[in-house]
């Protein structure tokens, strides 16, 4: 909205600032940021009123789980979409169709997240929306937005997949690449909702992402520095800064009340909705691929439960203590601020060697 001030810049030269992505994307996390800081204590005591008993524990989760989070409130989420949305209304160039398409599959995500939620505050269960039914509709979302974002590129980059590393590796999936598309999405959405287990354990790694693919895409989508770094140019895809900045703002907000020990845990309505942002921005950008190392901390959350269930299924036995792969520390003797801080040390170092590939090639 602020970006349509530019068209008076003639007038009032100062208003040319909001030109400039850098500018935009820093007042779009001061302003999602104190926006979850001024809403965020309300929001929750409202939905501990709501919700009553809180957020189901799983009984086979950690025991410990049933005395430390017992009675938390969930749908954390909602602060972090709210104040995410207020941001990118206010910051980001609304006639930029990457943003909306981003926008719409992060708050359709978080629709079937707070369904999930709604499911297990009203029924007190740990079982929420049935598996298969969320997953088709995850790839409804996904596959539609995938068909956008490859008419909105040109060919036949829009339908090829980029390998880092390599600048003259690109693969033409054609029509393929939606599913593609469409399975990182939905993969990254879903990974980044099972690491959230842990007081503060996945936003911070979801925070590290969203800045690192927040220069990525203003790299991206300016034509000197895609020429400089030898990246594929994608027209528009530098707006996408804006929106990776209001997560940046939104989950400092949110983080403040998650801290250890958490006032409200996010849910699947921020886990998904996240994951679903963090996997678009990847598709729009060319990078899915360096997405899987950056956001490598969440790879291995989803991979230590495949693998478990794998195991148990085809030997009977367990790899792993309990999945995902934090409970596994926790179960051999790791306290939770040892677990969460050292995943984070993880996810940090994973972004500099996702970073590294704009470089190395």
Known sequence: ??????E???KVSFLNVFRYITFRTGGAIVTALLFVFLFGGPMIDLLRVKQGKGQPIRLDG???HLITKKG???MGGLMILSGL???TVLWANPANPYVWIVLGVTLAFGAIGFYDDYLKVTKQTHAGFAGRTRLMAEAAITIVACTLLMHLGKPPIASSLVFPFIKELVVNLGWGFVLFGAFVIVGAGNAVNLTDGLDGLAIVPVM?????????SYLAGNLVFADYLQIHYIAGTGELSVLCGAVIGAGLGFLWFNAPPASIFMGDTGSLSLGGLLGTVAVAVKHEIVLAIIGGLFVLEAVSVIVQVVSFKLTGKRVFKMAPIHHHFEQLGWTEPQIVIRFWIVA?????????SLKLR
């Open 62 to 64: 950690p025991q410990s």
């Open 1 to 6: 909205m602020f970006y349509w001030l530019t």
């Open 85 to 87: 949305v207020v941001a």
């Open 72 to 74: 938390t409130p969930t």
């Open 208 to 216: 590290i992402a969203a800045a690192s693919f927040g220069l990525i």
């Open 348 to 356: 940090v170092v994973l972004a500099l060697a996702g970073l590294a």
């Open 8 to 10: 008076l810049s003639d």
